[in-house]
């Protein structure tokens, strides 16, 4: 019989279908199930394009453990390949890269994607440390137990502050770090105060209850008036409230509390002028959340760093203009090679 960290390995490595697994986690399984039966029912035929994707993304599904936590990822590309690990937002999951992950696997690398703890389908932390040094420990045991040694990092919003703060840490093994929507941020104490508990009661209390209602129209308005400067297709909207129903309620606020301490802010710039890797730090023009100019003033203290803005885009990259993400990685990459 295998041992537990023998199945650990085997349900990393080998990617068996993740059902399968011993630590495919319960989250995962119930949605699986429910994405089967609508795929059996009759369906609209843009629904079944849309439920037929999220099916094929979850049959890409791995689990491991990392400092005790069952986390989901997916492994695409060739096993030689440079490793690009791509680590996601604040109430979002590894799906939010869906449409850079084929693209950037068929040009020669190898794309691992993974949900952070709490969110998308990995299991909550039950001692819930969802801090930036909390979850840059996990992706350093998540790498770990991949065996992966150099590696290239891509991060969005909170994902850059955990990514930035593992370069610091663990600066031997970056190769080079790609941020997107990511800025400086003064520390100011009345939106300290304010804006974790409006998170909680937006996100937790109004947006969450939504979802699991089916209204997904009422998160996809927010969206377009508040978040981003491109209208994103509906199939993604959908796909990008899963992380609503996913998202466990402590992950969001307590990350919401952490990103509003003051040690947390000062940290980035010290932290940026410290990392030695090439990086890029990619803006939206009208980011309401991550603005530009303290993405400017950011790239200033990195010793080897890029800026680039893009215009008429707001905070949500990955889904507003895709195909300029995967431009933009691939030139990057290929420019530190």
Known sequence: MASRSEEIVDAAVHGSDALGSPLATA????YYAEVTAKLASKLSNRERVRYEAEKHLMDQARFIEANGVVHHYMDLGPATGEPLVLVHGWDCSAYWWHHILDPLAEAGYRVICYDLKGHGFSDSDPGQNYTVSGFSADLFAFTQAL????HHVAAFSLGAFVSLHYADAYAERV???????FSLIPHNRLASFLT???LNLVFNKVLRPIERRGLWWIPYIYVLLVMAKNTAPISDVKLATLSLRCC????????AQELARREVLDAVGEQMARVQQPTLLVAGSGDPIMRPDGGRKLMTLAPNGQYLEVPRCGHLILFELPEQVIQILRLFLRSVR
């Open 27 to 30: 989250k995962y399984r119930t």
């Open 196 to 198: 974790p508990p409006t």
């Open 147 to 150: 065996g992966l040694e150099k």
């Open 175 to 181: 190769l080079s770090l790609v941020f997107f929507n």
């Open 248 to 255: 466990d309620p402590a992950a969001v606020l307590v990350s």
